[in-house]
């Protein structure tokens, strides 16, 4: 059974960093998959999570939102089944529960992620 499990998120200041991390287990072949990093604000569906960041299997090719360009880096250590999202300058508009999702093909859409975390709150004041 795959988990998914997001973590670092809390409370920060506008302007402030955080690095989420999430780890996967259960895929023997996580270096065979695309890792993405999505966000929902309240009132929104599943389906309506934005993308922020993917990043496809060896690391080399990578997507961001405009919103974030500059500002967020995804990586990931196939060593450690890990995927990792560095969030610099965060603004007040940030704020949401981050995802992280598992795809055979990669992509910006959540229907061709196969597992997902819980997610993790990230919380920005003003």
């Known amino acids: 059974q795959v988990q998914v499990e997001e973590s670092g998120g809390g409370l920060v200041q506008a302007g402030d960093s955080v690095m989420l991390s999430c780890v996967v287990s259960?895929?023997?072949?996580?270096?065979?998959?695309?890792m993405g990093w999505f966000r929902q604000v309240p009132g929104k569906e599943r389906e309506e999570r934005e993308c922020?960041?993917?990043?496809?299997?060896?690391?080399?090719?990578?997507y961001y939102t405009d919103s974030v360009k500059g500002r967020f880096t995804i990586s990931r250590d196939n060593a450690k089944n890990t995927v990792y999202l560095q969030m610099t300058s965060l603004r007040p508009e940030d704020a949401a529960v981050y995802y992280c999702?598992?795809?055979?093909?990669?992509?910006?859409?959540?229907?061709?992620?196969?597992?997902w975390g819980r997610g993790t709150q990230v919380t920005v004041g003003s």
């Open positions: 999702g598992v795809s055979a093909v990669g992509g910006t859409t959540t229907g061709v992620y196969d597992d």
């Open positions: 259960g895929r023997r072949t996580f270096d065979k998959y695309a």
């Open positions: 922020v960041a993917t990043i496809n299997y060896s690391g080399d090719t990578t």
